[in-house]
């Protein structure tokens, strides 16, 4: 993110700096014994419940605990857990006559060896599904031989790379954590844009699994080169070599996206496998069809970022209409900034006109309110009356003059009155309070 850095596209940030609500930073609870989270205990729960369901039950006693009941992070209870004590197995059922041999060794995943004792929960985290299934061969050449009856018994542990200092408070709530993964995404990708240059990225994981990102198009089209550096520059944040930023907003987003692939993002609340998309989606970026380069012809118009990677969804829902006993699937629709208040119309009408027939709907993090002259209507939006006019009319409801015309290119162009003046609104979503650091 170095070479290619352009300082002065930071300056660009409009944020008026969310008010730092006091609230004392919250980190892991010191664990202790008898506690569900002992490590002790986790060891026990692993195996008695396997290992997602136990990284769930440590969370959930982690969260309950964690909000505020003033226990330290550091604390000397962490590894007074107690005496390593035997694990002991679940007893045979019908108590035969010899005694088998119990386990008493975990798998570290990060060293790949097998370890006695207990893990140390600062620093080690169950293993979740994709690492366990990435180590299954070894796990099921070896787990009889540690005297686990099953490997889905074995106690697996990673080292954590990262760990959450702060939060989460509740500015993160109503928006999903993978909405909030994508605007970091368009954030970080957005110090790669000129500062004349599309105002908007949209991220979205789109239906070939890849990270959907588009500018908005007209005068301040992204150029190729700010795609190839866009890119270079997600490469890079993956990159753990590569230096944080040293910019607070910056690092802050750059570690919750490093604390994600490095997999320790996804305990607790963040286990969701819609996450997991993200971070899949983040090797491989997608700029197909995001109008790179498009100027709309040299003529006024825009089709803003977020309108091009749903009508790209759009198309994906219409061949692939889900039964109603699948039930809706969500499309996350990330970005830099809240939607301007066509685009939020827009999202409405693509949910109540178009997702609903498919079993789709799109989730963004928000408007702000605003139109934009020469705002684009996608065609995919043109070409479904009533979804085109829930959206003229609440556009004219908004700015009575308010007109669409047809510019030479064909697309519907958004004429708004001289009067209208938008108000100064704060275009950027809430700032979410939880904050991570590496190890
Ligand atoms: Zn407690
Ligand atoms: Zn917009």
Redesign the pocket.
């Known amino acids: 993110m170095r070479a290619h850095d352009l300082p002065e596209a930071l300056g660009k940030e409009t944020r008026k700096g969310a008010p730092a609500v006091g609230r004392p930073a919250i980190g892991r609870p010191e664990l202790q014994p008898g506690h569900p989270s002992a490590p002790s205990a986790a060891l026990a729960l692993q195996r008695a419940i396997g290992n997602t369901a136990t990284t769930r039950v440590v969370e959930e006693s982690r969260h309950r605990h964690g909000a505020g009941s003033g226990h330290g992070r550091t604390g000397a209870g962490a590894a007074a857990s107690g005496t390593p004590t035997v694990q002991r197995a679940p007893a045979p059922g019908g108590a035969g006559p010899k005694e088998e041999a119990k386990p008493t060794e975990w798998f570290n995943a990060t060293t790949g060896k097998w370890q006695g004792g207990q893990p140390d929960p600062e620093t080690m985290r169950p293993a979740h599904g994709g690492e366990r299934l990435l180590l299954k061969p070894k796990l099921e050449a070896e787990y009889a031989a540690k005297h686990y009856t099953d490997v889905g018994q074995v106690p697996v542990f990673k080292a954590r790379a990262y760990r959450r200092k702060k939060g989460p408070g509740p500015a993160s709530t109503g928006r999903s954590p993978e909405l909030r993964m994508l605007d970091r995404l368009g954030r970080l990708g957005m110090s790669q844009i000129r500062p004349e240059g599309t105002p ?1 990225l949209a991220t979205s994981v789109m239906p070939n699994g890849r990270l959907g990102i588009a500018g ?1 198009t007209g005068r301040s089209h992204v150029t190729g080169a700010e795609r190839d550096n866009v890119n270079q520059e997600l490469a890079d944040v993956q990159d753990e070599s590569v230096e944080p930023y040293g910019q607070r907003r910056m690092d802050k987003d750059l570690h919750k996206v490093r604390a994600m692939q490095a997999g320790d993002y996804f305990e607790g609340a963040y286990n969701r496998p819609q996450l997991g998309a993200v971070a899949k989606a983040l090797k491989n970026p997608d700029w197909s069809g995001s109008g790179v380069g498009d100027n709309n012809g040299g003529q006024p118009g825009s089709q ?1 970022g ?2 091009t990677l749903l009508g790209q969804h759009i198309a994906d829902w219409k061949a692939n209409p889900r039964q109603r006993e699948q039930g809706m699937k969500t499309v996350d629709m990330g970005g830099v900034k809240l ?6 119309w ?1 999202f409405e009408a693509a949910n109540q006109f178009i997702g609903s027939k498919y079993g789709y709907r799109v989730a963004a993090s928000g408007g702000h309110g605003m139109l ?1 002259r020469n ?1 684009i209507m996608p065609k995919w939006l043109a070409e479904v009356p009533e979804a085109r006019k829930y959206v003229e009319s609440k556009i004219k409801a908004k700015a009575p003059g308010a007109r669409f015309y047809e510019g030479s290119s064909g697309a519907l162009v958004l004429y708004l009155p001289k009067d209208y003046k938008s108000a100064d609104a704060d275009q950027d979503p809430a700032e979410s309070e939880s904050e991570w650091e590496p190890i």
């Open positions: 908007h908005n803003h977020e309108m939607a301007c208040a066509a685009c939020q827009a934009f705002w």
